[in-house]
């Protein structure tokens, strides 16, 4: 019977699983406008972040506290990201075709644009969440994710494995295509999130104070929404 206690192993685990299918929801429902995709991600990583240390309060609170805070810095970077997925997706494709045609230096572009497209990948993983938690401008974002990106490869080759893998596995096998539908309707975003947040609160932890972390991660009341500001990644 310990087993389903509140505080046992598996209702912990269950309620996390419920809470990243909720995060899910809430952030499908925020992208539907498309310029939002940006301000929802950045609220489904501030969540994920909260959820790895145990620290989440209601989901939708946090969710929509965060979605309101960068909202406008978020849509910016979001359309930035967009507009870079959109790049390599129309540059895959036309190398692509020409490769079919058998041209050398065709091909090495083609891997080259796969190597260039791995390191945006990297970096756009790391984006969100310094979005989530810390206070810097675009430029700085941009920049200040590239350098931890380099700084901690190993982790952000796997962080990039975990959100590449999903969609890689729509076009192994009907049978992986079958897992990966299902992954992205149940979970999404927020459960590629939850699994990156297991890496990326611990690379935060290196570059901030304990105790500033633990008062920057305070909850608010609404009423005090307009207060809390996010901190400042030091370089």
Request: proline content about 4%; aromatic content about 16%; some cysteine.
């Amino acid at each position: 019977m310990n087993l389903f206690n509140s505080d046992s192993p598996i209702v912990r685990f269950l309620e996390k699983l419920a809470n990243v299918m909720i995060l899910n929801w809430l952030t499908l429902l925020c992208c539907i406008p498309i310029v939002t995709i940006g301000p929802a991600i950045t609220a489904a990583y501030w969540v994920t972040l909260k959820m790895v240390r145990n620290e989440e309060g209601g989901i939708i609170q946090e969710f929509f506290h965060s979605f309101r805070v960068n909202l406008k810095q978020g849509m910016v970077v979001g359309l930035i990201v967009l507009g870079i997925a959109v790049f390599f997706a129309f540059d895959f494709y036309y190398i692509y075709q020409l490769t079919q045609i058998g041209g050398l230096f065709d091909r090495f572009v083609f891997i080259a644009l796969i190597f260039f497209a791995a390191v945006c990948i990297m970096v756009v993983n790391y984006v969100w969440a310094i979005l989530a938690k810390f206070n810097n401008t675009t430029k700085q974002l941009f920049k200040t994710s590239f350098a931890i990106a380099v700084r901690h490869i190993l982790a952000s080759f796997v962080m990039g494995v975990i959100s590449a893998a999903p969609f890689l596995m729509l076009f192994w096998s009907p049978a992986s295509f079958t897992i990966a539908v299902a992954f992205y309707i149940f979970f999404g975003i927020p459960g590629i999130a939850y699994l990156q947040s297991i890496f990326l609160v611990r690379i935060f932890d290196m570059y901030i104070p304990k105790n500033t972390d633990e008062e920057n991660d305070e909850e608010n009341d609404e009423e005090n929404d307009e207060e809390e500001e996010p901190e400042t990644l030091p370089d």
